[in-house]
């Protein structure tokens, strides 16, 4: 868990210092590895013992983004954990804590605009498969749709290679387990990417 937090303070402190991307060319992609922390909560409606309260999880993905002039194209496909932690009231007002993990594979299809170099503005839909659908602690759903709305930072200098990715998700889909309540993905994604730039030819 600290390794995340500080992993997300570094990549905000760095940002106050460089100010332009180096990925400016109007036209073109690349493909980019990311890895990241994910604050995970379900958001609960209807009758259940259970109290949500967020998580720290892991993700890892690979990207692919276009650019043509303002505008970008980001499909990703991503492994992630979600999810988070429950806690149940006891005899004597004591409370216990279950974690929850829910294990999804999913492609979100971000759209953005450069507002200024360096910057994308992103949003677009999500549609995630779950891994471990009807099994103790996972959701009760294959498959989760949502929106995702964030931004895309690319760095300079020594670090023009990593861009960082803050980003929201919004799930739609009742994964609930229960049937007398209805369960749906929250999620704060944060993310290093590493981009694989093509080598520029001679």
Request: charged share 15%; proline share 5%.
């Amino acid at each position: 868990m600290h390794t995340y937090r500080l992993l997300f303070f570094v990549c905000l402190i760095t940002s106050c210092f460089v100010a332009q991307a180096q990925s400016d060319k109007p036209i073109g992609g690349h493909f980019g590895v990311k890895v990241g922390a994910s604050f995970t909560q379900i958001a609960i409606s209807g009758s259940t013992v259970n109290i949500p309260k967020r998580g720290l999880q892991p993700h890892l993905g690979l990207m692919y983004r276009y650019r043509y002039n303002r505008y970008v194209v980001q499909p990703e496909v991503i492994l992630s954990v979600r999810g988070g932690t429950f806690q149940q009231e006891q005899n004597g007002g004591t409370r216990s804590t279950t974690g929850v993990s829910y294990y999804y594979a999913s492609i979100p299809l971000m759209l953005g605009y450069i507002p200024t170099e360096g910057l994308t503005l992103q949003a677009g839909p999500e549609f995630s498969y779950a891994l471990n659908a009807g099994q103790t602690g996972g959701p009760g759903a294959n498959s989760d749709l949502g929106i995702a709305v964030g931004a895309h930072y690319d760095f300079l200098d020594m670090l023009n290679k990593f861009s960082l990715h803050v980003r929201y998700i919004y799930g739609f889909t009742n994964v609930s387990p229960e049937a007398t309540a209805a369960y749906y993905n929250r999620n704060l994604q944060v993310s290093l990417v590493y981009n694989l730039f093509p080598k520029k030819k001679k």
